[in-house]
């Protein structure tokens, strides 16, 4: 056991023995470790006065021998630090509030080469204080390049997000064009269309208000088709009302651009207006057809259409082509179903029309008429007076048919100067009525051809009644048209009733 604890002793003996340098003094591994770091060591007394610095700090705060030695004054360190334009005057007077209160403080400077060094402050017992003084400009770059990179990546997070939103809204709005595409596409009719137009606009821009115009037959002016919002129909407005037409492209005003008012919109608001608005011609086929003009001003925040002026533009490239192509239905349709001299419709249309209005009053119970009529003695008028004053007659009675019956009656030339006009609900009273209203306005009619006035234009008229004259058309038509020659028989410029048929089954 003695001998175990003596060796023990040893063993401490020569763990706490010091460790002699080359020069054979010991070694003091305190001043070691100071000599040794990376940072640069400076120790201040609570004086202020340098008592011991290594070597590092030369290198770290890129100073002279002469500009730091022990009995140095942190006075004056610090205002040669200041003089280098490494700290401000102010943080110098910081720092010496700091020291003086004690506690551990920090603060980074600039060296004239660029470098960042930061300060590191720590209180001593005895009142003085350690500083440490670290190279962070390799840090201070990585943090900047750090931070660039991560808005870097922000931004394109940003743009990335932006740009789905945009492809989103984009694809929202090509789902509504294609809504609104097939509703114009199957719509009948040109009532249908504007019906159409309205509701869509008022359902996509919400709080957006507008009108939309369609040129006349006459191309002199365009015609109120529909409006939505608050925006207020023109019945008419001029071609040169509108800069958009006039200029043959989309126009948008802003009242702090250059902008002009469209006449159609300062007669509407008496004043020029003090919102924006945009003002789209219709062309479809190189041909304008209309005009839309669109207002913004009241669009509600939530609609879900983020471009409403490319939107509004998209939508009139729609419109145009769905009015044109309705348009030239109807044109062909008229081809086909009306007389091209009279604008009535024509012999094919008529039968057809005939035989659905046979077939409603015979499933709901009530009568319809059929009026045959011609002109007195044609074939005598053209011969005396040829045949474009015989055109000039034919043109006159489809007017009148036109005017005295604008309802529901379908007014017909059968061919040459056969005339018809079926009244769907009318009975042999009501017929009898028109047929005369009939006869009297063509001979009330005055026409002018060549310099003088051509003879007075008279009509034979025949009338037949469902049921009472039959159940078909062609019962209709040749009982109308044996009460014809019946009023020819009886002098002409007249009007007679066809023969009733007996019911079946009576003697």
């Given at each position: 056991?003695?001998?175990?604890?003596?060796?023990?002793?040893?063993?401490?003996?020569?763990?706490?023995?010091?460790?002699?340098?080359?020069?054979?003094?010991?070694?003091?591994?305190?001043?070691?470790?100071?000599?040794?770091?990376?940072?640069?060591?400076?120790?201040?007394?609570?004086?202020?006065?340098?008592?011991?610095?290594?070597?590092?700090?030369?290198?770290?705060?890129?100073?002279?021998?002469?500009?730091?030695?022990?009995?140095?004054?942190?006075?004056?360190?610090?205002?040669?630090?200041?003089?280098?334009?490494?700290?401000?005057?102010?943080?110098?007077?910081?720092?010496?509030?700091?020291?003086?209160?004690?506690?551990?403080?920090?603060?980074?400077?600039?060296?004239?080469?660029?470098?960042?060094?930061?300060?590191?402050?720590?209180?001593?017992?005895?009142?003085?204080?350690?500083?440490?003084?670290?190279?962070?400009?390799?840090?201070?770059?990585?943090?900047?390049?750090l931070a660039l990179a991560k808005r870097q990546a922000d931004?394109?997070?940003?743009?990335?997000?932006?740009?789905?939103?945009?492809?989103?809204?984009?694809?929202?709005?090509?789902?509504?064009?294609?809504?609104?595409?097939?509703?114009?596409?199957?719509?009948?009719?040109?009532?249908?269309?504007?019906?159409?137009?309205?509701?869509?606009?008022?359902?996509?821009?919400?709080?957006?208000?507008?009108?939309?115009?369609?040129?006349?037959?006459?191309?002199?002016?365009?015609?109120?088709?529909?409006?939505?919002?608050?925006?207020?129909?023109?019945?008419?407005?001029?071609?040169?009302?509108?800069?958009?037409?006039?200029?043959?492209?989309?126009?948008?005003?802003?009242?702090?651009?250059?902008?002009?008012?469209?006449?159609?919109?300062?007669?509407?608001?008496?004043?020029?207006?003090?919102?924006?608005?945009?003002?789209?011609?219709?062309?479809?086929?190189?041909?304008?057809?209309?005009?839309?003009?669109?207002?913004?001003?009241?669009?509600?925040?939530?609609?879900?259409?983020?471009?409403?002026?490319?939107?509004?533009?998209?939508?009139?490239?729609?419109?145009?082509?769905?009015?044109?192509?309705?348009?030239?239905?109807?044109?062909?349709?008229?081809?086909?179903?009306?007389?091209?001299?009279?604008?009535?419709?024509?012999?094919?249309?008529?039968?057809?029309?005939?035989?659905?209005?046979?077939?409603?009053?015979?499933?709901?119970?009530?009568?319809?008429?059929?009026?045959?009529?011609?002109?007195?003695?044609?074939?005598?008028?053209?011969?005396?007076?040829?045949?474009?004053?015989?055109?000039?007659?034919?043109?006159?009675?489809?007017?009148?048919?036109?005017?005295?019956?604008?309802?529901?009656?379908?007014?017909?030339?059968?061919?040459?100067?056969?005339?018809?006009?079926?009244?769907?609900?009318?009975?042999?009273?009501?017929?009898?009525?028109?047929?005369?209203?009939?006869?009297?306005?063509?001979?009330?009619?005055?026409?002018?051809?060549?310099?003088?006035?051509?003879?007075?234009?008279?009509?034979?008229?025949?009338?037949?009644?469902?049921?009472?004259?039959?159940?078909?058309?062609?019962?209709?038509?040749?009982?109308?048209?044996?009460?014809?020659?019946?009023?020819?028989?009886?002098?002409?410029?007249c009007v007679r009733a066809a023969k009733q048929v007996p019911?079946?089954?009576?003697?």
């Amino acid at each position: 056991m003695t001998k175990q604890i003596r060796a023990v002793d040893k063993m401490a003996n020569a763990t706490t023995a010091p460790i002699m340098g080359r020069d054979g003094k010991p070694i003091d591994w305190n001043e070691e470790v100071v000599y040794s770091m990376e940072q640069g060591i400076l120790v201040w007394s609570r004086e202020g006065v340098c008592v011991m610095h290594n070597t590092r700090v030369f290198e770290v705060l890129e100073l002279k021998k002469s500009e730091l030695a022990v009995g140095t004054t942190r006075k004056d360190f610090l205002a040669a630090a200041a003089a280098r334009g490494e700290i401000t005057t102010d943080k110098v007077a910081q720092a010496e509030e700091r020291f003086a209160d004690g506690k551990p403080f920090s603060f980074d400077r600039k060296l004239p080469s660029g470098r960042t060094v930061t300060t590191n402050v720590r209180p001593v017992r005895g009142g003085g204080s350690v500083v440490t003084f670290t190279d962070i400009t390799k840090a201070k770059r990585a943090e900047a390049e750090l931070a660039l990179a991560k808005r870097q990546a922000d931004r394109s997070h940003e743009q990335a997000r932006e740009a789905l939103m945009e492809q989103q809204a984009r694809q929202r709005e090509a789902r509504v064009i294609a809504e609104l595409d097939e509703w114009l596409q199957t719509c009948k009719s040109l009532d249908e269309l504007f019906l159409i137009v309205r509701t869509f606009m008022d359902r996509s821009l919400p709080g957006s208000a507008g009108e939309l115009y369609v040129y006349s037959n006459s191309r002199d002016v365009l015609d109120g088709a529909c409006d939505w919002g608050d925006a207020g129909l023109h019945d008419h407005i001029a071609p040169d009302s509108c800069w958009a037409l006039r200029r043959g492209r989309a126009y948008a005003y802003s009242p702090e651009g250059i902008s002009f008012t469209c006449d159609h919109v300062s007669d509407q608001h008496h004043e020029p207006p003090s919102e924006n608005y945009l003002c789209l011609p219709i062309i479809a086929h190189g041909d304008t057809v209309g005009l839309m003009h669109i207002r913004f001003d009241t669009l509600d925040s939530a609609c879900p259409i983020k471009d409403p002026n490319g939107f509004a533009i998209q939508v009139s490239e729609h419109v145009s082509l769905a009015i044109a192509n309705v348009k030239l239905r109807d044109e062909l349709r008229d081809q086909s179903t009306r007389d091209p001299l009279t604008g009535l419709y024509n012999r094919r249309y008529f039968l057809d029309a005939m035989r659905n209005a046979l077939s409603a009053a015979g499933r709901k119970g009530h009568e319809c008429a059929l009026i045959a009529f011609d002109a007195d003695k044609f074939k005598s008028f053209n011969d005396n007076h040829g045949h474009d004053a015989g055109d000039m007659v034919l043109r006159a009675i489809g007017q009148q048919l036109t005017e005295l019956f604008p309802g529901d009656e379908v007014p017909c030339r059968f061919g040459g100067e056969e005339f018809a006009l079926l009244l769907p609900h009318g009975g042999a009273a009501e017929a009898h009525a028109a047929a005369e209203r009939l006869r009297t306005g063509i001979e009330a009619v005055e026409l002018r051809y060549g310099g003088g006035t051509l003879p007075t234009v008279t009509v034979s008229s025949g009338v037949s009644v469902y049921p009472a004259c039959g159940t078909l058309p062609q019962d209709l038509i040749t009982a109308a048209d044996e009460a014809l020659y019946q009023a020819k028989a009886d002098g002409r410029n007249c009007v007679r009733a066809a023969k009733q048929v007996p019911p079946l089954g009576a003697s």
